[in-house]
C-alpha cells in the first residue's frame, strides 16, 4: 500500500471492510475515491476503486428492485412546502434536519452518513415546512434520484460548512450541478419567467453552517464574492442554535404561502393548524380548502386581519393576508 494514503482514506478503507450492506459499501468506495491521492503512483487503485464502485451501485440498485422498486428520492409533499437539502459531505445537512426536526437522521463526524434522502418536519411559530436530508454529492457521483427530487422540491437548500477548506469547491460543486441542468437558483419568493431570464429558475438559498467557528464571517464574505446577488446565504450554527429561527423565517417567506384561521360563527377562532393557502388567495379559495360544500354554498365572510376592521363583512373575492381570521357564512 502506498505509503501516502491520507487518514481518511485508511478510514474510509477500514469502514468498506466493517460494511454489511450494499449501501454501505458504496458509501465508503466513493469516500476512498475522493480521498485516495490522484498521481501516477495511484492509477491502478483509482481504476480499481471505479470498478468495485460501479459494481456496488449495480448491487444498491438490485437490492432495491428487490425490496419493491420504491424510488428513495420520491418523497409526498408535506407541510407549507418541502425544503430540499443538498450538498457535498460532511457539510452538515443532517444536522440542520437534526436541530430543527424529529426526524431519525444520521449525524456522524465521517462524510456518507446518510445513504437514502430522510424527511422532517420542522416548524416556523405554527406552519409546518418539511426538510429533506439527501446524500451527499460528490464530482464523481450524483445520488440516483437526486435531480428528479430538485424539481420537484419548492425550495432547494444548498448546504455549505464554512469551516471546510473546500467550501468554495463544494458551493460550486452543487451550484454548478444546478447550472448544468440548468436551473438558476434565486432567493425570491416570485420567479421571473423563465423565458426573460434564459434559464429556468428554482426557488432557493445556501444555508451555511459553522457560523460558530472562528474566522466565519470572511467565509460568508467569500462565499458572496462566488454565488450569484440573486442566492442568499443564510449562516447557522446547529451547535448553538444562532440563526435557525432567521432561516426558518426566510424559508416561510421564499415559499410564498400566508395562514389563516377558520372560526365558526359564534364561536372563537381555531388557531390549533392554520390553513396553509399560496399569498394571494382569496376568501373563497379559503372556502375550497375547507370544504367544497362550504364553498358552494358560500354567503359571505367576516374578516379579522389586516386591512379590514374587526369582523368586516367581505365578498367572496376578498383577498387574504397572514394570520387572517375568517368566519364563513353559508
Not at 481518511?8 to 460494511?19: G, I, L, N, S, V
Not at 428513495?72 to 437534526?98: D, E
Not at 471546510?164 to 444546478?178: H, I, K, P
Not at 365578498?315 to 387574504?320: A, E, R, V, W, Y
Amino acid at each position: 500500500m502506498p505509503a501516502n494514503l491520507t487518514p481518511d482514506y485508511q478510514k474510509a478503507d477500514q469502514r468498506y471492510r466493517e460494511a454489511t450492506t450494499p449501501a454501505e459499501k458504496l458509501a465508503a468506495l466513493e469516500e476512498m475515491l475522493r480521498t485516495l491521492p490522484k498521481h501516477k503512483g495511484t492509477e491502478k487503485m483509482q481504476a480499481e476503486l471505479k470498478r468495485k464502485i460501479s459494481a456496488a451501485r449495480e448491487a444498491v440498485t438490485a437490492s432495491k428492485k428487490g425490496g419493491g422498486g420504491k424510488d428513495p428520492f420520491h418523497i409526498p409533499r408535506q407541510g407549507a412546502g418541502q425544503v430540499l437539502l443538498a450538498g457535498a459531505p460532511n457539510v452538515g445537512k443532517s444536522s440542520i434536519v437534526g436541530a430543527l426536526t424529529k426526524a431519525p437522521v444520521k449525524i456522524a463526524e465521517f462524510p456518507f452518513s446518510t445513504h437514502e434522502p430522510v424527511p422532517g418536519m420542522a416548524l416556523y411559530e405554527d406552519v409546518p415546512i418539511q426538510l429533506v436530508d439527501t446524500p451527499p454529492i460528490t464530482a464523481e457521483h450524483v445520488p440516483p434520484g437526486f435531480l428528479g427530487a430538485v424539481h420537484n422540491a419548492d425550495l432547494v437548500a444548498v448546504v455549505v460548512n464554512l469551516a471546510a477548506d473546500s467550501l468554495l469547491e463544494d458551493a460550486d460543486l452543487v451550484l454548478g450541478l444546478l447550472r448544468d441542468r440548468p436551473l438558476r437558483l434565486m432567493s425570491r419568493p416570485v420567479l421571473p419567467p423563465a423565458e426573460s431570464e434564459g434559464t429556468p429558475c428554482k426557488r432557493g438559498l445556501v444555508i451555511a453552517t459553522g457560523l460558530d467557528v472562528p474566522g466565519a464571517a470572511d467565509n460568508v464574505a467569500l462565499l458572496r464574492e462566488l454565488l450569484d446577488p440573486e442566492v442568499q446565504i443564510v449562516p447557522v450554527s446547529t451547535a448553538s442554535g444562532e440563526n435557525l429561527n432567521e432561516l426558518m423565517k426566510l424559508l416561510f417567506d421564499l415559499l410564498h404561502v400566508l395562514r389563516a384561521y377558520a372560526k365558526p360563527p359564534g364561536k372563537p377562532p381555531d388557531k390549533s393548524a392554520p390553513f396553509i393557502l399560496p399569498i394571494g388567495s382569496t376568501v373563497l379559495d379559503l372556502a375550497n380548502h375547507i370544504h367544497e360544500d362550504i364553498a358552494a354554498g358560500f354567503k359571505y365572510a367576516r374578516v379579522w386581519g389586516e386591512g379590514v376592521f374587526p369582523g368586516q363583512q367581505v365578498h367572496h373575492d376578498h383577498i387574504l393576508h397572514d394570520k387572517d381570521v375568517v368566519e364563513i357564512h353559508v
